[in-house]
């Protein structure tokens, strides 16, 4: 019975860190380009159980038999955990908004030959645009400092570089905010993008996106909800010609958030029954202990 409370204490465990995963999704399902995570379970290594006074024999089973193998009760399972949130990187779908600071990301891009797999399945590369938080925005971000994100929908700072709604500045291909506006006639804020990534500003002068792609978008490390970290350089590479014709940006349109609402909600409300039925479990248990305490005890 002990062991019974350890393992229903378990699965509440693991299903309050999903439910929160879940609590998640749902509250960023208005913020363009989340990627949505999933809370995979997974369950403690199982155990023999053998009667270690008690022998097993062919014609009566679990009768003592001196030098015969002990016989066995079954397996028992110590519950489960939340390994690790999994993010989802499919494609999110896009609105039109008709702002020039909103630019939707669209790609398919090629499966290498030498893909790794996950679930039995070759992982596609993922495009993303490299962004960073500086002090000096007339320098090049360092290294440290950069990271990536789908976030679709931009803003323009105090000294007139685009900047994503939590302000990081976008980069170019050198690591370089891009400014759009200076305060003057020539570069006065307005500014196209191109479906390659090309910015063309007001001035007649072009920057381009840093755009990259991750071989396995699964190692980038997650931070806040729309920015990742790459650990590995080997793992980002710039897009070049041979993926031309398999991404696009799309200026005045916005990619939402790849979160379905309805399956959210209803998955919230499948951990919240499973969270009760251990707890029934845990209060029915307690209830057993306790007239093993304070009845049988007595007798």
Known sequence: MIRGLYTAASGMTSLQNRQEALSNNLANVNTPGYKQTEGVLRTFPEELILRMNDQDES???GYPIP????????RLAHGVYMQEAIPVFSQGDIAQTYSPFDVAFTDNLEIPQDAEEYNNKPIQPKMFISVARMGDPTQAAEDDTIRLTRNSSWNVSEQGYLVTNDGYYLLDRANRPIQINNGTDTLNGTFQVGANGRVTLSNNTNAD??????TNPYQLLREGNNLYRADDPDNVVALGAADEGRYALRQGWQERSNVD????TTDMMMVLRAYEANQRVISTLDGTLEKAANEIGRV
């Open 67 to 74: 030098g015969v193998t002990p016989a066995p009760v079954g």
């Open 209 to 214: 996106l840093n755009l990259v792609s991750v």
């Open 261 to 264: 609402p309805t399956r959210t």
């Open 59 to 61: 014609i009566v089973k």
